[in-house]
């Protein structure tokens, strides 16, 4: 996966939260271990770091936008303020 984006008018809502544990989940159920990226500073780190991820390098003008991100990564299956990575079942 490249990219998750929740639509301005609806940032501050939850709804970020409830994609990244989606799409971590997703992940998880499909064998991978460990997510890294880039999260621009803000509520983008705030949210990943909420869910465990370690920050490491910072750039301090990300691909000549002028805006300062953090290569984060994230380990699954671990417990980060108490949630649990996992996709909920659909009902048969």
Request: positive net charge.
């Given at each position: 996966m490249y990219s998750t984006t929740i639509l301005q008018r609806y940032e501050g809502q939850g709804f970020g939260k409830i994609l990244k544990a989606y799409v971590l989940g997703r992940a998880f159920e499909a064998g991978y271990q460990w997510v890294v990226g880039h999260a621009k500073e803000g509520a983008s780190v705030a949210l990943n770091?909420?869910?465990?991820?370690?920050?490491?390098?910072?750039?301090?003008?990300?691909?000549?936008?002028?805006?300062?991100?953090?290569?984060?990564?994230?380990?699954?299956?671990?417990?980060?303020?108490?949630?649990?990575?996992?996709?909920?079942?659909?009902?048969?």
């Open positions: 770091r909420f869910f465990g991820a370690k920050l490491l390098r910072r750039h301090v003008n990300w691909s000549d936008t002028g805006d300062a991100y953090r290569f984060y990564e994230l380990k699954l299956g671990s417990a980060a303020r108490g949630w649990h990575v996992g996709v909920p079942q659909r009902a048969a």
